[in-house]
Structure formats: structure tokens, C-alpha cells
């Protein structure tokens, strides 16, 4: 089930909040751990057993670290066996594929029988995220939770579970026990979740849709490449930072303050500032949890370059079982190293719109590789693509129709990738009226998104994969 669904906006999501609503405080939590429940596993009911195994054991774990005190040896014993856990599952479920058929190539008289293993929904995200409770309470940075029913619902809660934000314990711990559901947090909630809806339904699809008709040409011409590429830019943010919005309206329903996850990544002036602005809780879950574990900055240069590629070869494969993904995130990785060394001080003596079409380029750029990457149509495909956008003719009449009827949804998608939209809001927010005016357009966005989702059968989730 997906958030951009008429099941869920029309009939599970107001059922949810109705009995939320109606129960006693105390209630709360219990129903909403059996929504998360029956959220995840609406498509696939056995995967409810992973959820609940990955919840039991670093439930116990986070109450064994705590009760261990000062025993340092033995506090650490527990979490390498919760990480061993989670990681297990994590790498047998989203790697065993991938590292069987790589033995084979190097290993061939092995002969590993190569299993197909569906991936469970959204694993890499609450693997992070049940992996950042245990590391906080062995650092005595939170106290363990000592209610299943508090854990379970951080664990397994709807909103963020299939696809983030990375919500970290500490973030909510109290937020678990002594909520403060009010009107004003219900109704932010409720413009939040619209507008991710809006980014989702009425940008994200549209543009998706003119990439996949730009890629499907046999030679529309460079141009057609470029705009096709750009299209699938838009599509991956306004389909990743929408279901974020989505996410963080939905945690405000219900009390919950989610942090922001993007911040107009496609202003920047610089890769760096890029992954400052996407997919944040990610950025900040390699920094707290690997980067500076690993020594971060303050081992020397040499040492830092090091740490910096393995965050982001660990970053690619992430998002991804395969070398595509690895060269993806190693991709980034050295022109962070780049910026890092030398870049950042030459950008600073350049024009401001030099610095935006650099990062902007390389961004493209990154996103060419990041689509190739899982298994559409691996290397030799990406190379195929990459000589589209330089050669083969500027443009075909196939490509300059497919051109010229994307203008107009590729424009929307650009204004709103700025925060211009957001400080006309802001402004115009400030008029006594303005609740009005605001209501009125919050109907309108939601049957222009209803309608879209009746007529339409385009309505893919990219993340959904990771």
C-alpha cells in the first residue's frame, strides 16, 4: 500500500486516525502498532514475522546493553550481536544474489545454485533505524525503552516505514510515550501530506511519464536525451521528497515531529551542498554512525579522504545490490573528495549561475548512472545513453513532439524545485483571508490528485525498490 492510493487516502487512512482519535491516550500506542502492522503487510502478510523478529530482538538487546552498566566488554558483545542481526538480514535478503553471483564469476567451480529472494519492503530503511536505537543506547546517548508496545511503534510506524524518513530513537523517544496531538499540528499535518501528494501525483507521474517516452525512442536526438534525463531529475525528487512530505503531514496526524528529509537539493552551488539538502536523515545516519566512527576529519587528510569512500561506496550499495550502485555512490564520492581538496575554493571566485550549472550537470549527470543501475539496462545501456545526449542528431520529429508536449509540465516542475513557491505562501500566509484561500486550493489539489489517480495507472514509487 502506498500513501498515493485511493485505498489508503479514502479508506485505511481514515480509519486509522477515526479510532486513534476515539481511543483513550493510553490506547494509542497498541492500535497504532496493529495499523503499522496490517500497513506492512497488506501485500505480503509473512513479511509482519521479519518485522516483529527485528523488533523482539533489539528490544532485548537495548535492555540487555542498559543492564549491563558499567561493563563496557559486555555492552559491546551485545550490540555486535544486535548489528550482526540486523545486518544478517539485511545482507541475506537484499545481497545474497548479488555476492552468489559474484562467487560464481570468480569462483566458478562452485557452482552456487543462484536463489531469487523478494525483497521485503522497505528493509533498509528500519534496518537503519533499529540499528540507530541500539548504537544510541550503548553510547548512552538514549535510554533503552522498556516498552515493547512504545519500541514496536517506533519500529514498524506507517508514515516513515517503507520509505523514511530515517527517524532516529532519540529523536522521538519521548514523543512515543507523551505525545501532544492538537488542531494546529493535525492541520500542518494535513498541508504537508497534500502537498507531497501534489509533488507525487500532479509533478512526479507527468514527468516520469516523459522520460519513459523519451527513453523508449529509438533516436529522438540529443535534445530529446537531455530533456528525457532531466524528466526522470524531476521525477526521482518530487516522487522521493513528496512520499518524505507525505510521511511527515502523516507523523503530525498522529503527534509525531518528523525532521525534514529534503531542502531544495537542486539550488545548490555544489555537490557538497547537494547531499546537504537530499535525502537528509540518510546523510546524517552514515555521518553519526559511520563517518565519524570512523574517524571522520580527525585523523588526517589521507584518513578522511579513506573514510569518505567508504560512506559512499557503502552509500551506493545501499541504495542498490549491485557494482552499478558501488560506482554510483563512488561516483559522488570523488567529487566530494575533489570539492573537498580544491574545488569548494575555486567555486567560491566564480559566478553564482557557474556553480549551479556545475552541480546541476553532475547531478544529471549521477542520476543517469543511478537509473541504469538496477538491472533496467546495466552498462552497456548507460554508455548507450550517455552517447544520446552528444550525438545522433540534434532532434527527430518523434522527439521534438515529445519535446514540445513536456514544456509545459517540465516548467511546473522546475519553478518548483526553488523555494519560490514557498515564499509566495509565506507572504501571502500573513493575509487574515488567507485560511480561506488556502482551504479552497487544499480541495482543489485534492481532487486534481484524486481524479489523476482514478484515470490514470501511472503511479510508480520509485523507492519502493529499496
Known sequence: MVFSSLVFMFAFLPVVLLFYYILPVKFRNTFLLIADLIFYGWGEPVLVFLMLFSIIINYIAGILIEKSGADNKKRKIILIISVIIDLGMLGFFKYAGFITQNLNVVLPFLD???????????????????????????RRDTEAQHNIIAFGTYVSLFPQLIAGPIVRYRDVDSQLTERHENFELFTKGVRLFLLGLAKKVLIANPVGLVWDNMIQLNNG???????????????????????????????????????????????????????????????TWFKEYVYIPLGGNRKGLPRQILNLFVVWGLTGLWHGASWNFLFWGLYFGIILVLEKLFLLKLLKKLPSIINHIYSLLFIVFGWVIFYFSDDVGGVKEMFRFIASLFTGGVVSADGLNGIISSIPVLLIAAVASTPLIRNIYNRLSKNKHFKYFEAAVAAIILMLCTASLVNDNYNPFLYFKF
Open 112 to 138: 552456487i545454485p543462484l536463489i531469487k529472494i523478494p525483497l521485503p519492503i522497505g528493509i533498509s530503511f528500519y534496518t537503519f533505524q533499529i540499528m540507530s536505537y541500539t548504537i544510541d543506547v550503548y
Open 221 to 283: 536526438g540529443a535534445l530529446a536525451s537531455w530533456v528525457g534525463i532531466i524528466a526522470y531529475t524531476f521525477q526521482i525528487y518530487f516522487d522521493f521528497s513528496g512520499y518524505s512530505d507525505m510521511a511527515r503531514g502523516l507523523g503530525d496526524m498522529f503527534g509525531f515531529e518528523f525532521l525534514k528529509n529534503f531542502d531544495y537539493p537542486y539550488i545548490s552551488k555544489s555537490i557538497t551542498e547537494f547531499w546537504r539538502r537530499w535525502h537528509i536523515s540518510l546523510g
